[in-house]
């Protein structure tokens, strides 16, 4: 028996968050091999995924990945588990453009059974045609129950499971109001704080799951039949031609921001070294490296002294080696990074312009940036900007927003180096062209 399924919402809020890493841990703690999802373009639920299930979440995006892709990746990983989970984001239907890239849309291109996490506090009966319209609106998609969140009371349950029969929904559980089953937020969104012991909350959240959630019905619900076993298709393979690059990815404590399937892809184009910018002093024998995103402003004393590691990327680039910077990664490339503290810490230089986290504001959207012939897609989440200046370094490419508004996120180019804002994904075979491009130069 294998299960499939997508946790959707009404709404962002409702703790679609929650209870998957609560049913994540709650199934590989019975022994399930459980592969978890990610619908948009989110790195850090990613990271929690992987910490409650113990394998690598996945991202499913129909902005930056073709439907073709999408269903790829999804079988790849899906069929080798027991249980494949994945959380939806923000409401059900909210997608870039109306329904477009919505968990409802992923759900329906991958016939997933959905259950809706329904946030029911300050309401209890009147959940009835909020429910009923879920189930309706969109009848490409199957909602096979419902778990109700922030219940205060048996009695409170006893309304909600009266709505969901007049609904026509069936009631899969709850969980109770409690103040000990929220993750501390931080910074750019969902991070854990060092003194913050994620196992001990993901047990905390799996408990509640076991004790007041109907787990074996709703696998029941969920149960996949049919499906032949996955093969990947030939012309993808037959594209993948630099089988002996020696790749080196920044991981640490202030670089961590990937897509999985980003690095698998990676992975089969050459052999893939990581490194800490933080604490190593050199870079290992290089022909490619990736700078991602992550927290380097949360790490800017230890970054600025590891002066070895600062010379070494300064060397490698401004002698031609092939570098690709986002956001985080980005920054550290510039000459100086300005803190929250209004400190300014010197970096790599290799880009001459200043980061600031002075004033934080938020930007953030998919992206769509075209170099050239090439176009590039990703997504842009960040606090900090680039300092104005006379000689600032003009980007590249130009920029537009999911709804082909041009906006000013740069991509900068310098030598082999391209750097910018913008997380950016290559490993759907329908749109890295320009990566391939950028490898052979």
């Keep these: 028996m294998r299960s499939e399924l997508l946790i959707g919402a009404a709404s962002s809020g409702c703790g679609k968050t929650t209870f998957t890493l609560g049913l994540l841990r709650a ?14 373009p989110d790195y850090i639920d990613t990271r929690h995924h992987q910490m409650a299930a113990g394998r690598s979440s996945v991202n499913l995006d129909r902005f930056m990945m073709s439907e073709k892709h999408v269903e790829e990746v999804y079988r790849r990983y899906a069929f080798p588990a027991d249980i494949a989970i994945t959380e939806g984001v923000m409401g059900l239907f909210d997608g870039y453009d109306g329904m477009q ?8 291109e991958l016939d997933i059974p959905v259950v809706l996490i329904v946030n029911a506090k300050s309401t209890a009966y009147s959940v009835a045609p909020l429910l009923y319209g879920f189930k309706h609106f969109y009848p490409k998609i199957r909602i096979v129950g419902a778990v109700f969140n922030f219940v205060a009371s048996e009695n409170h349950y006893y309304y909600l499971k009266q709505a969901c029969s007049d609904a026509g929904v069936e009631a899969l559980g709850y969980l109770p109001k409690q103040e000990n089953i929220a993750i501390p937020s931080r910074h750019l969104g969902l991070s854990l704080d060092s003194d913050f012991c994620f196992d001990e909350f993901a047990d905390r959240i799996a408990d ?7 787990v074996d019905r709703l696998l029941e619900l969920t149960t996949v039949t049919g499906k032949s076993e996955y093969s990947r298709p030939k012309a993808d393979i037959q594209q993948e031609s630099f089988g002996s690059l020696r790749i080196t990815i920044a991981r640490d404590a202030a670089f961590n921001f990937v897509y999985t399937e980003n690095i698998a892809y990676l992975e089969r184009l050459g052999t893939v070294t990581y490194f800490s910018p933080l604490t190593d002093t050199s870079l290992p024998p290089t022909d490619f490296l990736y700078l991602p995103g992550g927290y380097p402003e949360l790490h800017l004393p230890a970054l600025s002294e590891n002066q070895p590691m600062l010379d070494a990327i300064r060397s490698y680039i401004r002698k031609g080696g092939h570098t690709l910077a986002e956001c985080g990664g980005m920054m550290y490339l510039c000459r100086a990074i ?92 329908a749109s ?4 391939h491009h950028f490898l052979e130069k």
């Excluded at 199934?27 to 948009?40: E, H, N, S």
């Excluded at 890239?101 to 329906?108: L, P, V």
């Excluded at 075209?370 to 897609?377: I, V, Y």
């Design 208 to 214: 509640l799951v076991d004790k007041y959630v109907c």
């Design 27 to 40: 199934m590989a703690r019975r022994g399930f091999v459980v592969q978890p999802f990610k619908c948009g």
């Design 432 to 435: 890295n062209a320009w990566l």
């Design 101 to 108: 890239g919505s968990s409802a849309g992923i759900a329906a």
């Design 338 to 429: 300005i803190g929250q503290d209004g400190h300014i810490y010197p970096m790599v230089g290799v880009l001459d312009q200043t980061a600031t986290m002075q004033p934080m504001k938020l930007r953030l959207g998919y992206r769509t940036l075209q170099w050239g012939e090439f176009r590039l897609s990703g997504h842009e989440f960040h606090y900090s900007s680039i300092v104005s200046a006379e000689n600032a370094l003009p980007s590249c490419a130009t920029a537009f927003s999911a709804l082909g508004r041009q906006v000013d996120t740069p991509l900068y180019h310098y030598r082999n180096l391209l750097a910018g804002y913008t997380h950016l994904y290559w490993a759907d075979p």
